[in-house]
């Protein structure tokens, strides 16, 4: 039988000779989520907006990855099919949510780091896996962003 041979992690890949551009139009002002408010101005050309400027910090250590969740990221806001924006060139730490390497699988889950000990947080309900004494943990990235598709 053949070992199924995991892909190296990506790593920072140099300077990219072509990022890709779209400016979208961009509200000046943020939207109302409860009652509306009314809107100020309509859309310039000083309001347009490029995702890749805005989600990407370092196109050099970024990667992107489909979430499957089964929901146990859901209360961190990550659900089934979100697009995973995630940078290498982060240093992780408690409080991030991070993409690891676990025991042969990726996973995404909140890490959670206190005296020294490292556990892997999910939602409630979901028992956080505890990171034993000189177990190595292999963190691929930080997750700066999940997007969420609506229709």
Known sequence: MLAHRLPNPPTLIGRLAEFSSLALP?????????????????????????????????PAATFLAWA?????????????????????????????????LWEGGFMVKKLDVRAGRIRLLASQGVQPIVVGEGVELDVWGVVRWSLTKHA
Not at 70 to 97: A, E
């Open 68 to 100: 499957d969740t089964g929901g146990s990221m859901v209360d961190f806001g990550i659900h089934d099919g979100d697009l995973l924006v995630i940078d290498r060139s982060i240093r992780p730490r408690s409080g991030h949510t991070v993409l690891v």
């Open 26 to 58: 961009s509200l000046r002002q943020r939207v109302a989520c409860g009652f509306p408010s009314p809107a100020e101005d309509f859309f310039t050309e000083e309001d347009r907006l490029d995702l890749n400027q805005k989600l990407v910090t370092n």
